[in-house]
Nanobody, 124 residues
Framework: QVQLVESGGGLVQAGGSLRLSCAASGRTFSTNAMGWFRQAPGKEREFVAAINWSGDTTYYADSVKGRFTISRDNAKNTVSLQMNSLKPEDTAVYYC?????????????????WGQGTQVTVSS
């Protein structure tokens, strides 16, 4: 059974940092692009960041560029999201996802596997 399990969410003050981790099991994703998405209450799920299969190319939403960093460790089958300078508008449930290909994508429909999500709350 393929599973993506996120961890590292929590409550943090504005300006603080959190590091989210996503552990994959059931199969290797070393040849798949990976991504992070988030969904705030009453809003659609939105793209946050993506990383290609080898980890040498990344892409970010404008809203997080310069503050968030996505990385991966294919040997451990994990992907991480370092979030710095957090803002109250970053509050959402954050989801890890595995793409169906090596190429990065910003649309949820290109991702075949999803984690259950982890809550990030940023207080002002």
């Amino acid at each position: 059974q393929v599973q993506l399990v996120e961890s590292g969410g929590g409550l943090v003050q504005a300006g603080g940092s959190l590091r989210l981790s996503c552990a994959a099991s059931g199969r290797t994703f070393s040849t798949n692009a990976m991504g992070w998405f988030r969904q705030a209450p009453g809003k659609e799920r939105e793209f946050v960041a993506a990383i290609n299969w080898s980890g040498d190319t990344t892409y970010y939403a404008d809203s997080v560029k310069g503050r968030f960093t996505i990385s991966r460790d294919n040997a451990k089958n994990t992907v991480s999201l370092q979030m710095n300078s957090l803002k109250p508008e970053d509050t959402a449930v954050y989801y890890c996802a595995a793409s169906g290909s090596r190429m990065m994508a910003t649309l949820p429909r290109y991702y075949n596997y999803w984690g259950q999500g982890t809550q990030v709350t940023v207080s002002s």
